[in-house]
């Protein structure tokens, strides 16, 4: 089991690499983060698609050198997502990355009919993270994307994360579908929904994984927290996917963990037909190289 980025970046690099395709490379932290993967061994290379005046002199303010890659010059933010997308599904390279653009401008070009990474599957935010005091990553979803998953996209959710579990070699990752209470309660609905995804598990609905819920929190990664509150389930205390109710406390969970407990993060999209490497705008050079190395990951354990 892989419990740390470090032991992620070395699984990577002992695999097939990829070479990335940077939708508006235009971004002092991305140009850095897409140089670390390089000289760290985790990409093969990258096409940077974005506006080449810019780029050029991002990397020259930072002292970067963009002699590895290829720069395709396309101003347009939109174009040049339509270009990044397109040059992972004609085959010139392996994953696409957002740059410095919003997120609805590269998913609409994600998931274009014609050309497009659409599956037909849901596409939702899975992100991991590595906290100081724990001995294992934890796998987050969805706090990017779906709004207010149902019972069925919240299956879809789960299933997505868990997948990033098998990459990170946990064999049955152990997911917790998160709630404010650790009882099903009828006045709160996504208790009733952790119960049935509890259940959908138990009946073979939802495969790869050990899904337990509802519980809170504390009871989801503190084994003495489970204890004291009497809960008994292999999840309890040692989940490794936390599923939360919706995008607020996701969004609030993920960038709490961020900028109160400085943990180390990345984050992908899953759901087409490969993965998107997506941070937020604001997140560090780290952060976008450890996504990166995720989507890189993930991709060699498809």
Request: proline share 4%.
């Amino acid at each position: 089991m892989i419990t740390n980025f470090k032991e992620l970046l070395d699984k990577v690099r002992s695999g097939k690499l990829s070479k990335i395709s940077v939708a508006a490379a235009q971004d002092s932290d991305v140009l850095s983060s897409v140089s670390m993967a390089y000289k760290e061994g985790i990409i093969s290379g990258a096409i940077l698609v974005g506006d080449k005046e810019e780029i050029e002199k991002i990397a020259s303010e930072k002292g970067l050198d963009l002699s590895p890659f290829v720069i395709e010059d396309i101003k347009d933010k939109e174009d040049a997502c339509k270009k990044a997308v397109s040059l992972v599904r004609e085959g010139k390279a392996d994953l696409p990355m957002k740059g410095f653009v919003d997120t609805p401008v590269i998913l609409k070009a994600l998931l274009d009919k014609e050309n497009g990474l659409r599956t037909g599957k849901l596409i939702c935010h899975v992100g991991v993270l590595e906290v100081a005091g724990f001995d294992r990553l934890f796998i987050l979803s969805d706090s990017a994307m779906a709004i207010a998953p149902d019972l069925q996209q919240k299956a879809d959710i789960i299933r997505s994360a868990a997948a990033v579990g098998h990459a990170l070699d946990i064999e049955l990752p152990k997911v917790a579908v998160l709630c404010a209470v650790e009882k099903v309660n009828p006045k709160m609905p996504a208790t009733v929904d952790a119960d049935e995804l509890a259940k959908m598990n138990e009946r073979g609905e939802i495969e790869g994984c050990i899904v337990a819920g509802p519980l809170a929190l504390d009871n989801a990664v503190s084994e003495e927290a489970a204890k004291h509150k009497g809960i008994l389930s292999p999840v309890a205390g040692k989940a490794d996917v936390l599923i939360v109710p919706d995008i607020e406390a996701g969004n609030i969970l993920n960038k709490g963990m961020e900028y109160f407990a400085k943990c180390e993060k990345a984050g992908v999209i899953m759901g087409a037909a490969k993965p998107l490497i997506l941070t937020s705008r604001a997140s560090s050079d780290k952060s976008k190289m450890h996504s990166i190395a995720l989507a890189a990951l993930v991709s060699q354990e498809a």
